[in-house]
């Protein structure tokens, strides 16, 4: 029977428990755990949020809609890869002060905006969109309605 070395689990476990420690504290301290819930407070948590969230406060969806509502798809494996996604790249972003400001909605997540748009208001606005899908230019709901989730741009 061979016995391991000692010195072998020193240099696999340290790194590793470094490795956990640190990430469960950035868990804790960036408050990752509420981004698992549809609290629009947990999308202000950065400083750069706090325009969208306190224009949502005051825009006309605030009472029918949260950020999830709008910007996450419906679908249970949509949202939850959607949130994997945007939690990665955001706390990638915030830790390594690499973003763009004012933030921009990426293309991906401006399809899932645009799917949120439809999901709620898809068949008051059937016919428009099925005109300009004939026409392969289909705009963007807000191309015309910029302000209606975050209140006006001013």
């Known amino acids: ?8 689990w020193l240099l ?3 790194p590793l428990g470094v490795a956990l420690g640190l990430g469960l504290f950035t868990l804790g301290h960036a408050e990752g755990l509420s981004y698992l819930s549809d609290d629009p407070r947990a999308c202000a948590n950065c400083h750069i949020m706090n325009p969208q969230f306190e224009g949502w406060q005051k825009g006309p969806h605030h009472a029918v809609a949260t950020c999830n509502g709008c910007h996450v798809p419906h679908d249970f494996l949509g949202k939850w890869l959607s949130k994997a996604l945007n939690g990665f ?7 390594l002060q690499d973003f763009h400001e004012p933030i921009q909605i990426t293309p991906r997540n401006a399809a899932a905006l645009q ?10 606005v059937h016919d428009v969109v099925a005109a300009h899908r004939e026409a392969d230019a289909a705009p963007r709901c807000v191309h015309c309605h910029r302000g209606v989730g975050h209140g006006p741009t001013e």
């Open 1 to 8: 029977m061979s016995r391991q070395r000692p010195g072998l």
């Open 12 to 14: 696999l476990g340290v």
């Open 89 to 95: 790249h955001h706390s990638k972003a915030f830790t």
């Open 115 to 124: 799917a949120g748009c439809l999901h709620c208001h898809g068949a008051f």
